[in-house]
Structure formats: C-alpha cells, structure tokens
C-alpha cells in the first residue's frame, strides 16, 4: 500500500495529468503529499490556485522568513525558479508557512498536515541540510513542524 507521494520537477501535459490524478486519489485516501519545486507549483494549481512570474530566481540563494514558529525554515535555500507563488496564487485550502524576502510563497502545507510543499531543492545541497532532513521527516511522521 503507497503511504507516502513525493512530487518533482517535471514538465508537460503528460506529467500533469498523471500528476492531477495521482494526487486526487492520493487525497482521497490520507496520503501525506510532497512538492519539491515544479511539484509544490502543480499542487497548487490542482487545487485552485496560480502562479506568477518571480525575478532572480534562478541559480541563486536567498533567505527563508518563517510564518510559523520553526526554526526549519530559518536559512537559506537554493531557487532554480521563474514561476512562484503570491499570496493571491496561493489555492484557498493552503496555507503559507514560509515566504522569500519579497514576499512569494517559499513552503506551504494543508489545514489536516497531509500536504506540504517547499519551493527549493532540499536534494541539490551538499551536504544535505539538517533543517530539511528534520523538516521532512516531521512532515512524513506528521509532527508539528
């Protein structure tokens, strides 16, 4: 029995679809989704929401400011992104925990925990972050972040 879906960067009509019916079904059922990136943008898009064009997101670093009492999200991340998402983007049944420094939505998660999406590259760091091997593994044992 699948337990746990990660989403990543892909593009095209093909991985969506795939995408929009995995992640129905997934929610359907309780299954604990992650975005990473291209995946955090595809989820919000499924559930309503949209995106916009950022600036000097692409092959660079910038700070994290956290919305939540976490320290998770007290660094700096990578960004390999020309599309985010504003505050009027985000889908309704989402809720930002983390921003960049103009203000576009850097993680979010879901009102039951089951949802969570994070707009760097945890994966592209060496060595790995210890914030994101925490942040993952709370999420994926639904702990408070």
Known sequence: MIKKILFISNHGSFFFSHRYNIFKE?????????????GMQIINVILGGGLSKVANHVATK????SLIHSEAFEKKVNSYHKWGISNNDLASELNPIAVDEQGNIEAFINSTKS??????????????SQKDINLIKKFLCKQEL
Do not use: T, V
Not at 31 to 38: E, F, H, M, T, V
């Open 62 to 65: 910038h700070n994290l400011n």
């Open 115 to 128: 949802i969570l999406g994070i707009m760097w590259h945890p994966e592209r760091e060496q060595p790995y």
């Open 26 to 38: 997934a929610k359907k059922r309780n299954i604990s989704i992650l975005g990473i990136c291209r």
